[in-house]
């Protein structure tokens, strides 16, 4: 089972970027699905996380009102929209998925999950 993440980058602070993860491995909107990221030298940590439904969502309180979760059922693919970055924002963004209608912020929640995208936030 894959998921594969896109649209990391390097941005200026002030930019936005939309990561995306995309699977045709199963059935998507089955799925709960989050964004989780590491930056260097610290642990991984949930940024942000969406029902099967897509009709809950949640985020970390470090990116409430910039990052927007969402899915797209028709072309399996989850996004983060990911606006007014920081410098703290830097790191490596993983997606994830767990065979559940919902699941939070906690690593062991998810089953399955993507290689990474590196997002750099750097004048």
């Known amino acids: 089972l894959q998921l594969v993440e896109s649209g990391g980058g390097l941005v200026q602070p002030g930019g936005s970027l939309r990561l995306s993860c995309t699977t045709s491995?199963?059935?998507?909107?089955?799925?709960?699905w989050a964004w989780f990221r590491q930056a260097p030298g610290k642990g991984r940590e949930g940024v942000s996380w969406i029902t099967s439904t897509g009709e809950g969502a949640d985020y970390a309180d470090s990116v409430k009102g910039r990052f927007t979760i969402s899915k797209d059922d028709a072309e399996n693919t989850v996004y983060l929209q990911m606006n007014n970055l920081t410098p703290e924002d830097t790191a490596v963004y993983y997606c994830?998925?767990?065979?559940?209608?919902?699941?939070?912020?906690?690593?062991?929640?998810?089953?399955?999950w993507g290689q990474g995208t590196q997002v750099t936030v750097s004048p």
């Open positions: 491995d199963f059935p998507f909107n089955y799925y709960a």
């Open positions: 994830a998925a767990a065979y559940s209608d919902s699941a939070g912020g906690r690593l062991d929640e998810y089953e399955y």
